[in-house]
């Protein structure tokens, strides 16, 4: 509050200090349950319980079998700043450990009352804590299992203002599920339990396999569907010898499983949870053309790196790290996706597709539980994730079957028969993903088709201004045009593609479309160019088509590289399979 009589500088009080600290580090009963559950990982816990009430705000309780906090050092683990994970400065560059600031324990401890309950192999009891606003209450002897446990009460009971800006119960405890998930998936062989309100929600095996760990998560319709990385990390957290480049690894959904949102994709670095916006747009950028406009991939994606080419210690709560070829980790993040998609998902059946756009209030299948998906750059033990357990968790191969031509129905699909059953192709669909790959293919053939008379277009001013913007790239793509006034353009040639359109209408259909396309963000301008002609160009849904001109269509189809969406991402095949045949008739 402004004033005119001037404030001495003073040091803040430790409790004040604690709070405002508290502030960076926990900031809902989620980060709560991170920082915990990350403690009991370094302790090498091979069970992790965590229990909460109220999504958190009465009770959050972790407790772990791991080594336990010696009775001596149980007040200085919750002093600020301190830590066993870090000797020297020198050490952040080599971080091995998810946690390592020394700060958790203090900042949980300053907002709310924890207590602490702990036992090393080697004690003959344990040793209890009572902590109550940054301010320790009592310690006693007392009985207890080897490891450590934690109970937080009444989070944020004295800053009224923190309470408020928390959501609501079930939304705070899908946070916390959310997370719980993550390090279930990240940290396989260590067992997971989460407890909401004396019910048991979550529970993973800890045995170590991929395929269990995605189960437990995913349910098992979903975790089949999943299609994994081709170069699993290899990397553990103590590797002195580890190799310099990234490793990428994990698992991703096929293109017909998309989300509203980007929440699904999940990035871990060394096992460690990572908030970073270029990596989860390398991942987007992946499925580019195979997904519809506004719609996200499910992704797991865990990258491997020896600790002196990450810098973890940039965010207080640990959520962002700092990558010494940060280009090198997203080209190698961006390239291990597309391979993974363009090569593995397969064509989905009637019963698994995915509408689109999708009706209101469906955003998802109902079995595919939104936003659970994490990774593992460091696994500790066990298979690694990857092609190992593709049989287990991954779907066939991408490319078409060579099918056999039935007819046109509604002259809008092609029916063809396949050796799984009865194949149905958007005709307009398949017909711009062939087009749009042949023009990709060759950027420098691209031919065009001269107007035997240069025609005068005139353009809306956006329009205009786009055409004028990028001149080169529509000549690149196979239109001749010049500046004809201040909102007209002279055209005197169009691409091949586009000989049979009127060339005024071609122009504006594909400039608008290309603007359109503007909200596909880091997308090249080429690209959405070449898309909009295709767009424009291909056979239309209500075209009549002879059966050779059907046959020809889908032997181009099977050839293509991704050959089950356009260059929006809309499905351009889909089947019905004789299992469903049969059931339909009576026969299942």
């Known amino acids: 509050m402004p004033t005119d009589e001037r404030q001495p500088i003073r040091l803040l009080d430790d409790v004040t ?23 009991s990982l370094d302790a090498g816990a091979g069970t992790v319980r965590v ?26 683990a919750l002093a600020r700043h301190a830590t066993s994970k870090l000797r020297s400065a020198d050490d952040l560059d080599h971080v091995r450990t998810l946690g390592f600031r020394g700060e958790a324990l203090a900042a949980i401890a300053s907002v709310s009352h924890l207590t602490l309950l702990t036992r090393t192999a080697d004690a003959l009891e344990g040793v209890e804590v009572r902590v109550t606003n940054g301010r320790l209450e009592g310690r006693r002897p007392l009985g207890a299992a080897v490891g450590t446990r934690v109970t937080v009460e009444n989070l944020f009971h004295a800053q009224p203002a923190r309470l408020r800006f928390l ?87 096929p293109p017909h499983l998309h989300r509203a949102t980007r929440r699904d994709i999940s990035i871990f670095v060394n096992g460690r949870p990572v908030t970073d916006g270029a ?57 291990a996706v597309r391979a993974a998609v363009t090569s593995g998902a397969h064509v989905p059946g009637i019963r698994e597709a995915r509408a689109w756009p999708p009706p209101a209030g469906h955003e998802s299948a109902p079995d595919a539980q939104p936003g659970l998906l994490a990774s593992d750059g460091a696994p500790a033990a066990g298979g690694e994730w990857g092609a190992g357990t593709a049989a ?133 301008m080429e690209e959405r160019l070449v898309r909009a002609v295709c767009k424009r160009a291909t056979v239309k849904a209500g075209q009549a088509l002879e059966p050779d001109e059907m046959r020809a269509l889908v032997r181009r189809l099977e050839t293509c590289a991704a050959p089950r969406t356009c260059p929006h991402g809309r499905p351009t095949v889909t089947v019905l399979t004789l299992r469903d045949i049969g059931r339909a008739l009576g026969r299942g």
């Open 392 to 524: 287990a968790c991954g779907p066939p191969a991408d490319r078409l079957p060579p099918l056999r031509v039935l007819g046109q129905v509604g002259l809008a699909f092609i029916v063809a028969e396949g050796p799984d059953g009865l194949y149905l192709v958007d005709q307009h669909a398949a017909h711009e993903r062939i087009v749009y790959e042949d023009l990709m293919a060759r950027p420098a053939e691209r031919p065009s088709q001269r107007l035997l008379v240069p025609e005068a277009v005139r353009l809306a001013p956006d329009l205009a201004g786009l055409a004028a913007e990028h001149a080169a790239l529509l000549a690149a793509v196979g239109f001749d045009m010049e500046p004809f006034g201040p909102d007209t353009v002279l055209v005197r040639a169009v691409p091949e593609v586009l000989a049979r359109s009127d060339a005024a209408a071609a122009v504006r259909d594909v400039l608008a479309l290309a603007q359109v396309g503007r909200s596909g963000a880091g997308e090249a």
């Open 279 to 335: 990596l989860v747009h390398a991942v987007v950028q992946a499925y580019h053309t195979l997904l519809p406009g506004g719609r996200y991939p499910v992704a797991l994606v865990m990258i491997g790196l020896p600790p002196a080419q990450v810098d973890v210690n940039v965010h207080p709560a640990k959520t962002e790290v700092r990558f010494r070829d940060a280009r090198g980790v997203f080209a190698a993040v961006q390239r």
């Open 167 to 253: 959501r609501t119960d079930q939304t705070e405890a899908g946070h916390v599920t959310l997370l719980v998930m993550r390090y279930a998936l990240a940290h396989r062989n260590t067992r997971f339990e989460l407890v909401r309100d004396g019910r048991t929600v979550f529970r993973s095996t800890g045995s170590g396999d991929p395929a269990d760990a995605l189960a437990a998560a995913f349910g098992l319709d979903v975790a089949r569907e999943l299609i994994p990385l081709r170069a699993p990390p290899t990397i553990r957290l103590a590797a002195e010898d580890a190799p310099s480049g990234p490793r990428v690894g994990g698992y991703v959904g």
């Open 51 to 76: 229990e909460m009430e109220a999504g958190g705000r009465r009770l959050i309780r972790v407790i772990d079998d791991g080594r336990g906090i010696p009775a001596a050092d149980v007040e200085l």
């Open 17 to 39: 200090a604690s709070r405002i600290a508290a502030g960076e580090v926990v900031e809902r009963p989620a980060s709560v349950v991170k920082e915990l559950v990350e403690n």
